[in-house]
């Protein structure tokens, strides 16, 4: 059917929105690329993840179950020592917790795969790397998680054997990743930032005089001009003074700006 094929086409689409937003809009007007990881060296892409993966993080997770009207904690299910302990042996609960958000924030989708027994218990959720998962429809319109594996064949991973945390969504499928949305503000704050640290790391302002003695042959000022322009630094376009025939340089200190 129709219907099927563009469901599952838009499936894949929102999904891989992130990861091609640069190959289909280009660079951002700032000149910068911008994905997850180097989003992440902006300030205040890096300081907003931080903060609310961490809060995160400390707050309970707990199984809860609904007693006479109110909820209590279900110490004896088989997901709650997972969510309160250690979800898989590799890793404890709160960096799991705190991996899976900033998946979400940065990419809209993290994810973990349920491990479990030949009961259907639950015995571990291994967290995956989002750009390794697609959700997708089967030809009968039915959804799974395809998941990338480098050294082996694609796994299909049903639903209910994914633990999905969505980012902001507009159909509940799937997330949309933040630093595509906004990679053009972010592009924006790295390239200022990468302007004020090079400005600053290669400006120097010197302090001196000018003093006209004599004419100055050719020479004479070429050697004026190496001189300065060795002291500022050959990388500075900014904050160098101009040596004209006419005069010469009496170098004093140097500062940086």
């Known amino acids: 059917m129709i219907f099927d094929r563009l469901a599952r086409e838009t499936v894949a689409d929102r999904t891989d929105l992130g990861r091609t937003s640069s190959r289909m809009f280009g660079l951002p007007p700032a000149g910068v ?23 995160l993080m400390i707050l309970p997770w707990r199984v809860l179950e609904t007693v006479n009207g109110s ?57 995956l790397d989002p750009a390794r998962v697609n959700l997708e429809r089967d030809s009968l319109g039915q959804l799974y998680y395809k998941v990338r594996n480098d050294q082996a064949q694609d796994s299909q991973v049903p639903p209910e054997d994914m633990f999905h945390l969505r980012g902001p969504s507009y159909d509940g499928l799937t997330g949309h990743s933040i630093v595509s949305l906004a990679r053009d503000a972010i592009s924006a704050g790295l390239a200022a930032e990468r302007f004020g640290s090079t400005f600053s790391a290669t400006v120097r302002f010197q302090v001196g005089s000018s003093s006209i003695l004599k004419a100055l042959n050719s020479r004479h000022s ?11 630094g050959k990388n500075a376009s900014r904050g160098r003074p101009r040596a004209t025939r006419s005069c010469t340089w009496i170098p004093g200190c140097n500062t940086r700006s």
Not at 222 to 232: A, D, K, Q, V
Request: with cysteine; hydrophobic share 40%.
């Open 33 to 55: 690329p911008v994905d997850e990881h180097s989003a992440l060296k902006f300030g205040a892409v890096f300081g907003c993840v931080k903060v609310i993966s961490e809060s």
């Open 71 to 127: 909820r209590e904690a279900a110490p004896d299910h088989p997901v709650d020592p997972l969510l309160k302990s250690r979800p898989n042996p590799e890793i404890p609960a709160y960096s799991f917790v705190s991996t899976l958000t900033a998946h979400a924030l940065l990419q809209g989708n993290g994810y973990a795969e349920i491990e479990r027994d030949r009961a259907g218990r639950p015995l571990a959720m291994w967290q």
């Open 222 to 232: 070429i050697l004026i001009r190496s001189r300065i322009f060795m002291s500022h």
